[in-house]
């Protein structure tokens, strides 16, 4: 993938990467780097990280050595991917998850976007009980996947008549990135609101001098269109699966 961001940005983010990814810059032998990881004992589970045209594998280390092989006999000199398990292994492939995850650059952001009918302010402990009704009006499975708390650093809130309808969020991680959740309540959705208050966010997080790190789930293409129209650049492709033994 093309550098999307300025150079020393850019280092920050391969930075925050190689610590994730165990990452030895003096391994090029091969298009793919295998790394047994201690949290994925037992479970079967590959995760597969697409980067700068490379591929980074974490694996349940009872996995290691057969992956290692896999990759030695059939993608030595070839990234690999999801496809790559589907061909080699059928079936045994299950519960499949697809991630994008996004950088912003502050000379990437999109500005003309505007809309009055709507007030975005930060969000404090004060507005708890305003909080708390958003979640209970979210679905569950909404709520869980992009867990936002009001002990966020930074947390967003877009008002509507008075109602709290959409809330984002910067989690600060390594090497000044911020990651971003955001999350509208369904009958609000496809109106703008998301665009307006990711377009606030991004202010807030890039006037503290933050990169700003988008993930969500390859299907979603709502929120691909959102991350895109405001400048948004794909970087990293996230994907992990099962592989039944």
Known sequence: MINIIPDRQLKKINYYWQDILDYNTHDKTYASQITPDNKLSKSNKI???????????????????????????????????????????????????????????????????????????????????????????????????????????LILGCFYNNDLVAVASLLYLKNTIADIKLITLPEYRKMGIGKLLLKSLCFNGLSQNKILQFKFSKDNIALKKIAELLGFKLYVVEESFTLKK
Do not use: M, W
């Open 47 to 153: 995760f597969i990280y697409n980067i700068n045209q490379r591929s980074f594998l974490k694996v349940d280390p009872f996995l290691h050595d057969e992956i290692s092989k896999f990759i030695e006999d059939h993608y030595s000199y070839k990234t690999v991917d999801i496809n790559c398990f589907v061909k080699g292994y059928g079936d045994n492939v299950s519960n499949v998850d697809i991630n994008y995850i996004y950088y912003l650059s502050d000379s990437s952001l999109i500005h003309d976007i505007f809309d009055s009918r709507y007030l975005i302010r930060p969000l404090t402990f004060s507005d708890e009980k305003l909080f708390e009704n958003f979640k209970h009006n979210c679905s569950k499975e909404d709520f869980q996947a992009v867990q936002i708390g009001l002990s966020a650093p």
